[in-house]
T-cell receptor, first 115, second 111 residues
Framework: GAVVSQHPSWVICKSGTSVKIECRSL??????MFWYRQFPKQSLMLMATSNEGSKATYEQGVEKDKFLINHASLTLSTLTVTSAHPEDSSFYIC???????????FGPGTRLLVL | QQQVKQSPQSLIVQKGGISIINCAYE??????FPWYQQFPGKGPALLIAIRPDVSEKKEGRFTISFNKSAKQFSLHIMDSQPGDSATYFCAASGAGNQFYFGTGTSLTVIP
């Protein structure tokens, strides 16, 4: 099946710094990618839809100025958590639809810890 | 607002038993209903999925039952094994491809 990678797999940063997370589709192109966050023992919450060549679409309640999304190419989307605070500590997961535009392939996730 | 409701929150099943997880949705625009399995520290992996035009789909030990009129669907894991112990999420999506996940069920299969 299709493979989606994320980098880094985990990151620890100080409060106030910015962190960039990359999501790559390794063997297919994705004009759309999705970003989720997941708190321990909780569900995945859709944060935003990343669109190649255009602005991302954010879900209600998600601060677009805090969670900057850039979809620079057909295989790469980045999520930047700006001025991170401890409450931003979470598991961030991206996904991309496969060729059938139905099956979603998820990345392995990035665990962010803000001290 | 939780678009997809899932139950139970946790489930303990004996090896060889049947695990049943239920989900319900409200948005009739949803037309794709997958189930995902997630191990700790990993991203979700697709198990099985169904569209509303069929009432049941079976793949190996995994079966989805779908009730369109009730807007409910369920996952049945037959002959449950300890290796099935994981968190299971149902999801729903529509035309925009955005997935909305249920709250998850932590399954433990006891040897």
């Amino acid at each position: 099946g299709a493979v989606v990678s994320q980098h880094p797999s985990w990151v620890i940063c100080k409060s106030g710094t910015s962190v960039k997370i990359e999501c790559r589709s390794l063997d297919f192109q994705a004009t759309t990618m999705f970003w989720y966050r997941q708190f321990p023992k909780q569900s995945l919450m859709l944060m935003a839809t990343s669109n190649e060549g255009s602005k991302a679409t954010y879900e209600q309640g998600v601060e677009k100025d805090k969670f900057l999304i850039n979809h620079a190419s057909l295989t790469l989307s980045t999520l930047t958590v700006t001025s991170a605070h401890p409450e931003d500590s979470s598991f961030y997961i991206c996904s991309a639809p496969g060729g059938d535009q139905e099956t979603q392939y998820f990345g392995p996730g990035t665990r962010l810890l803000v001290l | 607002q939780q678009q997809v409701k899932q139950s139970p929150q946790s489930l303990i099943v004996q090896k060889g038993g049947i695990s049943i997880i239920n989900c319900a949705y409200e948005n009739t625009a949803f037309d794709y209903f997958p189930w995902y399995q997630q191990f700790p520290g990993k991203g979700p992996a697709l198990l099985i999925a169904i569209r509303p035009d069929v009432s049941e789909k079976k793949e190996g030990r995994f079966t989805i039952s779908f009730n369109k009129s009730a807007k409910q669907f369920s996952l049945h894991i037959m002959d449950s094994q300890p290796g099935d112990s994981a968190t299971y999420f149902c999801a729903a999506s529509g035309a925009g491809n955005q997935f909305y996940f249920g709250t998850g069920t932590s399954l433990t299969v006891i040897p």
